[in-house]
């Protein structure tokens, strides 16, 4: 009888501690993140926060390739790199809430472009509390959101890419947890359009599908035997199904730059400006790409420039201009960016780049969300 008490309070208290948790992360955390999703029916906030300080202070990238974490917005961006990288990402929140993202990717001239992403959001650490131990002393957790995503991407007339990113989602709150597969399908076209006034101009058109789920919605579950009073409890847990927020993107893009060839050791871009004016709109997902069952009344306009000088220093910002649902404008965000190419101080048949990236936003009441990246390039 005793035992049986005990298993009731603790399948209680799990659940009310797990309802709070997955409460606080899906209603709350997202206005803490960037404010990159406002919906409260979703669940994963890590799939709504990029994954670098320059696509969070440029803003939606889904027409603008050439970089590691492009498959993010566009799994076809990856297909305009070179050469190989390797990138770390950092945010620091507040109590102890923080993300991180690994990015490695290499490009075979032949086969196409492969990038691997490692990306987790930690909630800090959270004692465990019963009825009986209100204070604790029976040890603590740290939950967190996980995404392991595989991203591939091919060119064809060195215009156009096609890619498509496979993501394997996972979230562990103590002994509870929740999986996902995803996948992200994406196109992205880069078109010179000639020269004028000495400057090549670019017009950069992509689209993109994302967060799209293979299976049915994923659901929280768990069970295990916790030692209360010197005796043993079961508990189990399974929660209703979560949706899947779907995005569709779809932007366009103009650079133009300017190249000398006798500075830096060769030739080199004295500038570049690329303008970005991108659509997002997001619904749910249930059974692969089929349900529509419902509407998630958001939809986002971004205009993003980024200027870079001597392919040594960048600026960016960028701001969304229109939410439709709560009319509300969500602001600007702003960064910059430094590399130094190795061919600044000396001739190689390889050319590595160190890189460090910043972007800041500002919150109002809450502060400045402030994020930081480092990166090294390798050119064969």
């Known amino acids: 009888m005793r035992a049986h008490e005990i298993h009731e309070k603790i399948s209680k208290e799990m659940i009310k501690k797990t309802a709070i948790l997955i409460l606080y992360a899906l209603l709350n955390l997202h206005s803490l993140l960037g404010q990159e999703t406002n919906s409260d029916l979703f669940a994963f906030v890590v799939l709504n926060i990029t994954p670098d300080a320059r696509s969070h202070s440029l803003g939606n990238t889904v027409a603008i390739g050439d970089q590691w974490n492009s498959g993010y917005w566009n799994p076809a961006g990856v297909g305009f790199t070179r050469g190989m990288a390797l990138q770390y990402d950092h945010v620091g929140y507040f109590a102890g809430i923080s993300s991180h993202n690994w990015t490695a990717g290499y490009t075979h001239k032949k086969f196409g472009s492969l990038a691997f992403t490692y990306r987790r959001v930690s909630f800090g650490s959270i004692k465990k509390t019963t009825e009986e131990f209100p204070e604790g002393g029976i040890g603590s957790y740290e939950p967190h959101d996980d995404v392991i995503a595989l991203n591939y991407a091919f060119k064809i007339f060195d215009m156009v890419s096609f890619g498509v990113t496979i993501k394997r989602f996972s979230s562990q709150i103590d002994k509870i947890s929740a999986e996902a597969t995803l996948y992200d399908l994406g196109v992205m076209a880069k078109v010179p ?188």
């Open 193 to 380: 359009i000639g020269r004028v006034l000495g400057c090549n101009n670019i017009l950069y058109i992509g689209t993109s599908t994302g967060n799209n789920l293979i299976g049915s919605n994923p659901k929280y579950h768990g069970n295990g035997s916790l030692v209360i009073d010197s005796q043993n409890v079961f508990f189990s847990f399974t929660s209703i199904a979560f949706l899947v927020e779907r995005n569709y993107r779809m932007g366009i893009g103009h650079g133009f730059s300017y190249t000398n060839k006798n500075i830096l050791n060769g030739s080199a871009e004295v500038f570049e400006i690329v303008n970005h004016f991108s659509y997002q709109d997001f619904s749910t997902t249930n059974v692969f790409v089929s349900d529509h069952s419902y509407k998630s009344e958001r939809e986002e306009l971004i205009f993003g420039t980024e200027i870079n000088m001597l392919e040594i220093a960048s600026v960016r910002f960028s701001s969304k201009n229109f939410i439709r649902g709560n009319g509300k404008v969500w602001g600007e965000r702003y960064g910059f960016g430094i590399q130094l190419p190795s061919r600044l101080f000396m001739k190689s048949h390889y050319e590595i780049t160190p890189k460090f990236e910043y972007s800041e936003q500002r919150m109002g009441a809450l502060g400045d969300i402030n994020r930081w990246s480092f990166g090294i390039d390798v050119k064969l």
